[in-house]
């Protein structure tokens, strides 16, 4: 009988291979290789300034290979403090839109290399997302003191764009303020430097008291997104 059994046993035919990966079943520590998904992003880098609701958006496409679609989570990974992202829907098995966000506050001027990971039940996988967090900076220029007789004065005001590395995307238009009445303020250039470089503020005046004292205050801003910097200096009249 034993070996009948056996002999039995010898004529079962075995399943062919084909059959084991068409199932959707495996798990992470022994992987059905039936069981993968590709994750791509679109864009894979967002570009914002560094303002509070900054940031950028994106598609977030799940396709499943040789087996049936199963649900993925979407999460950020790696985001740099002051920034937020969320999906629409966040659990998906083929797309979903990604938002992310530039908190209260925004991170400094950078580059931050983040990861959109996806959870599905048997397979893990990640992509890249790039962040670049864009900001300017002001040089402040020395405290100027000028001769009671001097018509006019010219300071320089720099513009520098962070990182440096990467081309401002907006234009920086230049205002100046003074509570003095007499002093009218003038830039060399077109008030809108993009992507930045060094540009004169030339100040005219009538007659000026001498041992007269002002403040001055140049501010920069950029229109399309409303980040914006200023510096202040003075002026005293010998």
């Not at 958006?57 to 403090?81: E, F, H, K, M």
């Not at 007659?207 to 920069?220: A, R």
Request: with cysteine; net charge negative.
């Amino acid at each position: 009988m034993l070996h009948g059994t056996a002999s039995m046993h010898r004529l079962l035919p075995a399943l062919p291979l084909a059959a084991l990966l068409l199932s959707c079943g495996g798990t992470p520590k022994a992987p059905d290789p039936g069981t993968d998904y590709t994750l791509a992003v679109q864009p894979n880098q967002i570009t914002t300034p560094a303002i509070t609701g900054g940031g950028g958006r994106g598609l977030a496409t799940i396709a499943w290979i040789n087996c049936a679609p199963q649900t993925v989570d979407l999460a950020l990974a790696n985001a740099p403090a002051g920034v937020n992202a969320f999906f629409a829907p966040a659990s998906t098995s083929a797309t979903s839109v990604y938002n992310v966000v530039l908190g209260n506050v925004p991170p400094p001027a950078g580059f931050y290399h983040m990861w959109i990971q996806g959870a599905a039940a048997d397979v893990h996988h990640q992509t890249e997302l790039d962040l670049a967090v864009q900001d300017f900076t002001l040089a402040r220029p020395a405290d100027v003191t000028v001769a009671a007789a001097a018509p006019s004065f010219s300071i320089p005001i720099t513009f520098t764009r962070q990182p440096a590395e990467l081309p401002f995307a907006g234009s920086v238009d230049f205002t100046v303020f003074t509570p003095a009445t007499f002093y009218l303020g003038s830039f060399s250039t077109t008030p809108v430097v993009n992507p930045g470089t060094t540009t004169s503020l030339t100040m005219t005046s009538g007659p000026v008291p001498p041992g007269s004292n002002t403040t001055v205050t140049v501010t920069g801003t950029d229109a399309a997104s409303g980040l914006s910097h200023s510096v202040t200096f003075n002026v005293t009249v010998q």
